[in-house]
């Protein structure tokens, strides 16, 4: 059977910046590799949500895969909880947490708990077994001074307030239904304040924190969940598409998004999620789950970070760094494995942040319809074969050429 | 007022092609007139139902005329009932039959029973006035072997297994509910199972069949339904669109779909569905057609079956035909009449089988923003001024043109 990679260059796409003479990162690094994509592929414009939608990278995702954002997602909790490896079903309320520091007036004296990287597994075993009413409460931490907060019962809400101010010297806030005749919702609100005033209960004089206090360090005497969403019920990935599929990813979230529609989770440690990241390592580990997998979708972060640091150079020396992965793709796939190369968003660096700007794309592989583009940057891309699609398009189209789609009619 | 004709070459889009350099049929073959067309029109890229949906011809053509078939399609039974002249009615649950052979214990011989081309009227007249429950069954003889069923009667289902083993040597099978709770299909198949245990009863020993044995020729002794689906209630065109319209076919399947939704059904009798038909009196057939009517599907069927046969050279003298073809219809036509030129799907020769490529699009009249595409190929149109767009879209666009759409507002 035919394979199939979808490549994501998270938040690679930009606008015109004015220290690279009015040119986009794409348009000025040298790229040799991913122009030769282009040349024997075909290319358009991809907005990964909607036309002008300025996505996240989660719900970008979830688009890429061919699920509907707006149906599936009511937060980011769900698929942090899912990447971090829990077991997140259906109708759960799952948050990401901070460890943070309070005063005995629960004032926030550090929103990370002095960025503490030890001993919160211990901490997090200390919170197991808590239930609020008929509510299970399930708690794990992740990396550094973060984890993840599972509500689970029967009729719960996610339309509910944060417990976190967000800047320090302010008091950790009482979570509340945003409408207060939202029963499911002040459920919800009732087990994290339990939880909530029960972490600083059990964690303040648990002997991690001693210690660290002896140390001078600040406790992490509180966890402070936040993005609470409602776990959806997505159709699994290989049923939806007769197709298995894989992730080689570097973020829990995007790991997360994979890991909730059943794709097998590839761990790449070389795979850092900065600009010191090893992309052949990632390119390597995609080979490889190519061998018992059909499809594997990879992100790589940095494009990304490099938008939100207004860092131009450091954009443009992560696509030489993406440029030699797809060197090393094209040059160890199988002859009918079809690539697929794209960003999740565009992440200018003049904004700092993300936009809506459409993306380039292309697909490449033997049956493709080349068309005339010979580089892979926005502009180009956007007098492509493939016109402007949706992100949502992007397996119907891969299961097309895969030829694994079953014929809608007769 | 104005006309529109929107003429479907069956199949027509494709891939590149080895033996054909890398290029398509479209961009081989000597098309001048289809050619002037596009140069004298405006063209795009069509998603017949969605980027990357494998149509089938009869869900294709349901979306070509503006009806969701995400949301009409239950099967091809209703439409292949309606093409042959049966009035379907919604709610009926219908399929689309063989006559087979089978012996004593129902193992099947014979799917097709001898390719039998005579008698099945006789057949078929035998088997009117049957009910089970109070179902009623209704089934009519088409061309050949083939023949239509109407289950009709309140609450029924169609989803349902199939009878026919889809092989020879295999015995009838019976039908059955797939959702063992789903009451309305489980009554659905009870009738089936009654009409097939009824249909070689009645036939076994019909005259028509006694003399086929005698003449050493495999009796149609029994009746299989297959492919059954709910009659949808579909908009009537003319209410829809405030045009009168009709269909010039060669195919009971797109008859059966212009059928469901009340536009006139046109016979040409020199069309044959093959590479030998007769293109130019189907152009007659539609330039009269459009002396009473206002708008004329037409849809040219050989494309598809080169296609299927992996038969370039097939779809290449196809195009000729059809290019001439359009010679009469731009010669003969009103000044007031628009030519939309499409195909409902790709069916790449190296394929054999329907894909879900997008395919090419002309709209060609007076008042269209003519663009600088010179010839009609998929890889041309891609350039062109409709840039991407959904078959769901063609009759809006034609209706706008034809200036008889009312204004949605103020």
Tied chains: 1, 2.
Excluded at 47 to 61: F, K, L, M
Excluded at 399 to 404: A, E, G, I, P
Aim: hydrophobic residues 40%.
């Amino acid at each position: 059977m035919a394979k199939g990679i979808l490549l994501v260059a998270d938040g690679l796409g930009d606008r015109p910046i004015e220290s690279l003479g009015g040119k986009t990162p794409l348009e000025v690094a040298k790229i040799p590799n991913i122009d030769k994509l282009a040349a024997e592929g075909e290319n358009g414009l991809l907005d990964t949500i909607g036309v002008g939608v300025r996505a996240g990278s989660d719900t970008a995702h979830i688009s890429l895969l061919g699920y509907d954002p707006y149906k599936y997602y009511t937060g980011r909790g769900p698929f942090e909880a899912a990447g971090i490896g829990m077991d997140v079903i259906e109708g759960d309320v799952a948050f990401r947490c901070n460890f943070s520091t309070v005063d005995e007036n629960m004032v926030i004296l550090d929103r990370r708990a002095g960025r503490i990287t030890t001993g919160t597994d211990q901490l997090a075993k200390a919170m197991a077994g808590l239930k609020c009413d008929d509510m299970e409460i399930i708690f794990k931490e992740s990396v550094a001074h973060r984890g993840a907060l599972i509500i689970r019962g029967k009729n719960l809400g996610a339309n509910i307030t944060d417990t976190d101010p967000h800047h320090e010297k302010a008091k950790v806030l009482v979570c509340k239904p945003i409408d207060p005749n939202d029963e499911a919702s002040a459920r919800t609100a009732k087990a994290v304040n339990f939880f909530v005033q029960k972490s600083y209960e059990i964690l303040k004089d648990h002997p991690v924190n001693l210690e660290r206090i002896e140390k001078g360090l600040n406790p992490a005497n509180v966890i402070l969940p936040r993005g609470g969403g409602v776990g959806p019920s997505m159709e699994n990935f290989e049923k939806k598409y007769g197709i298995k599929g894989a992730c080689v990813s570097e973020t829990g979230l995007i790991n997360g998004v994979a890991k909730y529609v059943g794709m097998t989770i590839v761990d790449t440690p070389e795979a850092t999620g900065g600009y010191d990241t090893n992309c052949i390592a990632m390119a390597k580990n995609i080979i490889k789950a190519l061998e018992d997998h059909d499809f594997v979708l990879s992100n790589v972060k940095a494009a990304d970070v490099a938008g939100h640091d207004n860092n131009p150079n450091g954009k443009i020396d992560m696509l030489r760094k993406i440029d030699a992965m797809i060197k090393y793709l094209m040059e160890n796939v199988s002859k009918d494995t079809y690539i697929i190369f794209t960003a999740d968003h565009s992440t200018p660096c003049e904004l700092m942040d993300h936009s809506g700007d459409p993306v380039a794309v292309c697909i490449w592989g033997k049956d493709v319809r080349v068309d005339d583009v010979k580089e892979f940057t926005e502009r180009a891309c956007a007098k492509g074969g493939l016109c402007r699609i949706n992100g949502q398009n992007l397996l119907p189209i891969l299961t097309n050429l895969m030829f694994v789609q079953d014929k809608f009619g007769a």
